[in-house]
């Protein structure tokens, strides 16, 4: 109950493209979903993050899509650059963070 | 303004040894997360910390692992007697106060390695 599945686990997108990550959780004690990015060697950082009464978060060119009933949320990146080639994990919190198994995202130029 | 600091960086230790990994948090907070990162997996929950206290270590293995955060100095996660098992990236993160909607900020982690 205290998992959050995440997928893909590898995407690969042209330059340009919108780039979109999937999850899904089960307890509904859930109360914010954050959505890290983490380069290599270095630690997850906090990109954008969506509570559960609203529907969609947009910053920049990253949006959360958030679906209660469902209980699933997604990350959508929009014209999609290199410099966003990273992995991605979604999480929940609610005591404590749980996070997704992660996507790594490579954008080719 | 320092974020979130940890070290050693990487860490070899032969089966057996003991680990010890430290974190100092951002300056202002006093609430301190440990996780343990497999290769290819997600950061799994060990430990949630305050200052001389262990609010919540139901993440963290009842063998061999202990963490602390004195009311001076890092927070300390300690492997004893490491198995190869153990090898695996360790983040620490850290709040300025509990609940669901603050952000953990986290450091660079640890890459601990067993021979």
């Known amino acids: ?109 | 303004n320092a974020g979130v600091m940890q070290n050693p960086r990487h860490l070899v230790r032969r089966r057996g040894q003991e680990a010890r990994l430290r974190c100092s948090p951002m300056k202002g907070h006093s609430h301190v997360y440990w996780y343990r990162q497999l290769p290819e997996e997600g950061l799994k929950f060990m430990v949630y910390l305050q200052k001389e206290n262990i609010i919540d270590e139901s993440g963290m293995p009842k063998e061999r692992f202990s963490a602390e955060f004195p009311k001076e100095g890092p927070s300390i996660l300690r492997i004893q007697q490491v198995v190869r098992g153990d090898s695996a990236a360790y983040f620490c993160a850290s709040s300025p106060i509990a609940g669901s909607y603050n952000e953990q900020f986290f450091g660079p982690g640890t890459r601990l390695t067993v021979l």
């Open chain 1, 1 to 109: 109950q205290q998992q959050v599945k995440q997928s893909p686990q590898s995407l690969i997108v042209q330059k340009g493209g919108i780039s979109i990550i999937n999850c899904a959780y089960e307890n509904t004690a859930f109360d914010y979903f954050p959505w890290y990015q983490q380069f290599p060697g270095k630690g997850p950082a906090l990109l954008i993050a969506i509570r559960p009464d609203v529907s969609e978060k947009k910053e920049g060119r990253f949006t959360i899509s958030f679906n209660k009933s469902a209980k699933q949320f997604s990350l959508h990146i929009m014209d999609s650059q290199p410099g966003d080639s990273a992995t991605y994990f979604c999480a929940a919190t609610g005591s404590r963070l749980t996070f997704g198994e992660g996507t790594q995202l490579t954008v080719n130029p």
